[in-house]
Structure formats: structure tokens, C-alpha cells
């Protein structure tokens, strides 16, 4: 009697095993076919403009600031980059003043002043153009720049 039991065991293990091979076989379903990704276009790039034949600013006519013996350095920035922009657009005139910024430092013998700055006496300026999509990024050498009297109007 074991040993019937036992047989009847080991057939009916096999046969539910047997049936969960077949049920969860995947031969019959289609597989999944993923879609391609979509490429996205590349942008079409623009030629940067070379400012390299820039080698001198013209100096601002006036540099207007709340007090000339402290003038910071957005004051003498906002005097210099009408200058700067008018050199640009001679070279490229569909540029406008959000296509580049100036980095400035003032020097008083060849010194590195802190801002502020005392331009109650004339002053010499180094300028580097720092450009932006459009134009070549930076103009390698700096740029010197006489910068007048700073005035209150």
C-alpha cells in the first residue's frame, strides 16, 4: 500500500509539474516589440564670430557715479560696455548687449585696485571681453582703456 501511494505520489508530482511547464510558457504570446527611440534633431550651430582684430576700446566720455571717490564697479562697467558694444558691431552688427559681458580691473601703477574706486583722478582700465553663444568666448589679451574723471551727472 506504500509503495501504490508513493507511485501515485511521484505521478501526480510529475503531472502538475508537467502542467505548470506548459500553462507558463511564453511560446505562444508575441514578444514586445520596443519602440525606437525618436532622435532628436541636433541644433544647427551658428559660427561664432571672432572679436580678435579688437585691440582697443575708445575711452567712455564720462563715467557718471553717486560719489567719485567711491565709484564701484557696475558704474565703471555701465560706462565701458556702450564702448565695447560699439567695436562689436562693427565687426558683427546683428549683435546685441546680451551677447557678451566685460570683466574690468582698474590699475593705478600698474597695481590691481579694490573696489571702490577713487576716480577723482584719471585712471587706467584693462578690459577682457567675455562672450557668449554668438561670439568666440574670450578675447585672449586685455585690452587697456583710459578711463576719464568719474562725475555725479
Known sequence: MKKLLSILGMINFIAIGTSLIISCSNKLAKPIK?????????PIEQPKIDISSIVSIESPTKIIAKNPLKVGLTEVKNALKPQVFKELTKID??????????AVWILVNDNICKEPYDLTT????????IGYEKINHILIDLMPVNLPIATTS
Open 34 to 42: 520596443q519602440p525606437k527611440p525618436i532622435e532628436q534633431p541636433k
Open 93 to 102: 552688427n546683428n549683435l546685441t548687449e546680451n551677447d557678451f559681458d566685460i
Open 122 to 129: 584719471q585712471k587706467f582700465a584693462k578690459i577682457k571681453i
